[in-house]
């Protein structure tokens, strides 16, 4: 399963900040190294849209020459291609927005690049970040998708090209690349991180996510990119997380988890059952259902999805023709659909679904669940099923990709950790206790 | 214009409980002249909706009793008829919920008894917290309005009846009364005090805010109202202020004001223009426009309102028939011709103009303006307009009423100190230190 390796193995960008700080090595020399792995690998991957390798040169060169050096000085990152860069196209996945070029760059780029982070390039998204997919295979088999809808992010970090990259997730597309490809991930609660200049599909659904090599490498990445940037209402009087100090404090006792079980649980795949009770009786982490209050939350939030995206995306895509998908047509058209009574019930239920949440797991540190159904699956027409992140996505609360098991066919199997809206720390950590527990590494 | 008075005067609510913890005073006695100013006065004012003496008596004693003062031990609170009560009818000033009880005690409610305070009882309410006035006079001139819609409770401590009440604003429903009735009053941001348990018109929009004699009772007040109850989704993550600590740190600094003019001013009264030219002269406070961003907010917050309340009302009201007036019924009618696109995007140009306000003040600690066109009209049968308090609601950002003016009348004319959403104590600072420069008082 290892990938061809015509460079030196990718190290996580934590590794790399303390080798530059430390005068060690060089964000040049890490940045060359990176672009060697993605030649080396990426013309069967597929992973990267778009590079401009002298311009991601001058962002090292710089990092090099400042006297000062950032949180993330020399760590390369890869940009799902929805979010807007004025030195890369910015296409959205979708033939309509074909040579786009938006002018400016989304908040998180500019804060990755006054880190001291090295862009590298935009990574493949699927069609607008809904499902229709793209170019982009699995790192650990190319007949397997990588998940979506940040495809490319995922295989280019579960891949071992670089150590960083963002995706979003409005469903489950940070989470299932991340476990499809054996990736760290977490998707941080809902306003944690500003989503200025990224397509927007839901302004109540829509999430910035990273992905790293473990989870400090999350961390560092998260504290750069988190808190109000005066743009985005979710993030409105936000304070940026503290999870680096915070994910070194000593000591890092184990978790109390609870193993739940939501409407997806019923498309589990058999070997993943098993893995997933195991877990729970290694963890000692006692089995519950959500209860029923939860039971609806594929059709709310998929009414909610789909109105909202028929809002933002309608008018553009809606003369589109043959430029946008069939299925992205379909979405749009169901989100016309949804009446305003409908639409506002559905909300009210996903807000009552939100404040319940902390007494579902009041006893407990945190949650474990599968993040996909099991393996990723044998077929490039599809990007897998987002099923097992809904719920969590839709309550907004933080939850982090584990790249714990394997299936049965040696294909990565994630272990999802969720943790109560605003406590991404303390998720954070038990996904870590978790990670160094069952030996949790990124194979590339 | 005092009101006749055959108890005691009324004192503040800090005052009260720095009298309660020294032994000087005991909650009883607080209590006992509390029914004896509004036996005394509300004959003619007519505040008052539901009064339960027995078990008001009963939490004073509990007070006196328990070996540990709260933070508001003794204080008497009036409040709105839309937050549910155990102990009282909660009948929201509408005749369809006639004799309604509702079996338990809103968030505000529980939190108020824990923290010592004496509910005094039940205040009048417009029809629904609407337009629709009902039977309480200004307690300064019995042929004017006390403003709308918490009426009762703006009158009832601007009348000097009790030191605290509740109300809540959704437009500009309690700012109003304040400045009517001349009290100091404070809606906080948007989520700062969880709703659970009040009548619920609009989730987006709808605030509980507190009258007082002082800054430091809306502190003491709010510091116990604020944070996350688990309930309301506006409140999810929020912490409990520290208002109290925060105001009475010293210095307290001249702030720099800015006098901004909204949508509103063309309707402001002569009188007032004059008043509020020259006190920006005396603050030094350079006067602005709003940005034309702002401009729509009449039209947005309308939109948005009318069709959440059909949402939230609508099933309830639709078929009630003469049991609501006409006003109410064509709220609701013309909510329910607000289709989804419209909504989403007046909640999206919302959303806009919320994040943006930061920048618009950025030089400046707080703004003043306004809270009402001038005086309270002579008129009983509209409570006067909410216009001057319509933005600062819509986008959720903390306001105070300052009791500092007098209009051609001798009636009150309340100052607007308005901030930064999440800066509170910012603002309610600014706030006191305006309140000590000119002066204000509440006038019984």
Same mark, same amino acid.
Request: hydrophobic share 40%.
């Given at each position: 399963m290892a990938a061809s390796n015509a460079a030196p193995p990718c190290r996580g960008a934590a590794e790399i900040v303390d080798a530059v700080v430390a005068g060690e090595t060089r964000a040049i020399d890490e940045t060359n190294a990176a672009f060697a792995r993605i030649k080396a690998r990426d013309g !069967? /991957? !597929? $992973? +990267?849209? +778009?590079? =401009?390798t002298d311009f991601s040169r001058s962002l090292a060169y710089a990092v090099d020459e400042a006297p000062v050096k950032g949180p993330l000085a020399g760590a390369g990152v890869g940009l799902k291609d929805i979010i807007d860069t004025k030195d890369w196209p910015t296409e =959205? *996945? /979708? %033939?309509? %927005?074909? *040579? !786009? !070029?938006?002018g400016t760059d989304a908040t998180a780029v500019t804060r990755l690049i006054a880190a *001291? $982070? /090295?862009?590298l390039g935009k990574t493949v998204t699927t069609e607008c970040a809904f499902l229709h997919p793209r170019e982009t295979v699995n790192p650990h088999d190319p007949e397997r998708t990588p998940g979506g809808s940040s495809m490319g992010s995922g295989a280019a970090v579960g891949g071992g090209m670089v150590p960083l990259a963002l995706g979003s997730q409005t469903v489950g597309s940070v989470l299932r690349p991340a476990s499809f490809c054996g990736a760290w991930a977490m998707k941080p609660s809902w306003g944690l991180i500003p989503r200025t200049g990224m397509l927007q599909l839901s302004h109540y659904l829509d999430h910035i996510g990273v992905y790293g090599r473990s989870a400090r490498d999350l961390a560092l990445a998260i504290d750069v990119l988190s808190g109000d940037d005066g743009h985005d209402p979710a993030s409105q009087g936000v304070a940026p997380s503290r999870l680096t100090a915070g994910l070194g404090a000593r000591p890092l006792n184990r978790p109390r988890f609870i193993f739940l079980r939501d409407y997806a649980w019923p498309e589990i795949e058999p070997s993943s059952a098993e893995l997933f009770g195991n877990l729970a009786e290694q963890l000692k982490a006692p089995t519950a259902n959500m209860p029923p209050l939860y039971n609806d939350i594929f059709d709310i939030a998929q009414d909610v999805l789909a109105r909202d995206a028929a809002f933002n995306l309608g008018q553009r895509y809606r003369k589109a023709g043959d430029l946008i998908s069939a299925p992205l047509r379909e979405w749009v058209v169901r989100g016309f659909s949804v009446g305003v009574e409908r639409y506002l019930t559905q909300m009210n239920r996903l807000q009552k679904m939100r404040v319940a949440f902390p007494k579902v797991i009041s006893e407990f540190d945190a949650v474990i669940a599968p993040a996909t159904p099991g393996e990723a699956p044998k077929d490039l027409t599809n990007t897998g099923s987002p099923k097992f992140n809904l719920l969590w996505t839709s309550i907004g609360v933080p939850a982090v990709n584990v790249p714990a098991l394997k299936g049965p066919a040696g294909m990565p199997v994630g272990v999802q950790v969720i943790g109560r809206y605003g406590a991404d720390l303390e998720t954070l950590r038990a996904a870590a206790w978790l990670g160094h527990e069952l030996g949790a590494k990124v194979v590339d």
């Open positions: !069967r /991957v !597929r $992973a +990267w849209r +778009w590079l =401009n =959205n *996945g /979708v %033939d309509t %927005d074909k *040579g !786009r !070029r938006p *001291g $982070a /090295v862009i």
